[in-house]
């Protein structure tokens, strides 16, 4: 392996670390009051470091969302290949969702948190592919 490649890896490994603590600040303090400081003591990196991959809170946000969408969409595309029937597909979804937040509880949790406390988030630029994504999703279940 190079050093462009190592370079590579380790900034994908420093991002998803970033990711990570963002997720675990977001869970602890909630979106609205949580700030890139905290992120960025629970990621053991500079504040000033986490900006080099973020450019705002909001683009953090739309990071850890779409992790989950990722996740998600990739647990349920090989349920839908399996299903035959409309009532199949749908049983499908629900398996995937469910097999997903059972894994991942806290995504679970934040996402009614989000939704429950905060109100849907405004569509801004960082979170203009996290809804492709979501369009993604409801394609799949149509």
Same mark, same amino acid.
């Given at each position: =392996? /190079?050093? @462009? +490649?190592?370079?590579?890896?380790?900034?994908?490994?420093?991002?998803? %670390?970033?990711?990570?603590?963002? &997720?675990?600040? !977001?869970?602890?303090?909630?979106?609205? $009051?949580?700030?890139?400081?905290?992120?960025? %003591?629970?990621?053991?990196? @500079?504040?000033?470091?986490?900006?080099?991959? !973020?450019?705002s809170k909001d683009d953090l946000r739309s990071a850890t969302a779409e992790r989950w969408i990722s996740a998600l969409i990739a647990r349920l595309e090989p349920k839908l290949e399996e299903r035959e029937s409309g009532i199949d597909g749908l049983a499908a979804v629900l398996e %995937?969702? *469910? &097999?997903? !937040?059972? +894994? *991942? #509880?806290?995504?679970?949790? =934040? $996402?009614?948190?989000?939704?429950?406390? +905060?109100?849907? #988030? +405004?569509? $801004? #630029? %960082?979170?203009?592919?996290?809804?492709?994504?979501?369009?993604?999703?409801? /394609?799949?279940?149509?």
């Amino acid at each position: =392996m /190079g050093i @462009s +490649e190592r370079r590579e890896r380790e900034k994908a490994e420093r991002r998803a %670390a970033i990711v990570d603590a963002a &997720e675990q600040v !977001f869970l602890r303090d909630g979106y609205a $009051t949580a700030t890139m400081g905290q992120v960025a %003591a629970a990621a053991e990196v @500079s504040k000033g470091t986490v900006y080099l991959y !973020f450019e705002s809170k909001d683009d953090l946000r739309s990071a850890t969302a779409e992790r989950w969408i990722s996740a998600l969409i990739a647990r349920l595309e090989p349920k839908l290949e399996e299903r035959e029937s409309g009532i199949d597909g749908l049983a499908a979804v629900l398996e %995937a969702m *469910n &097999e997903h !937040f059972e +894994e *991942n #509880p806290r995504h679970c949790k =934040m $996402t009614l948190s989000w939704l429950a406390v +905060e109100g849907p #988030p +405004e569509v $801004t #630029p %960082a979170l203009e592919g996290h809804k492709r994504r979501i369009r993604e999703f409801v /394609g799949l279940v149509i």
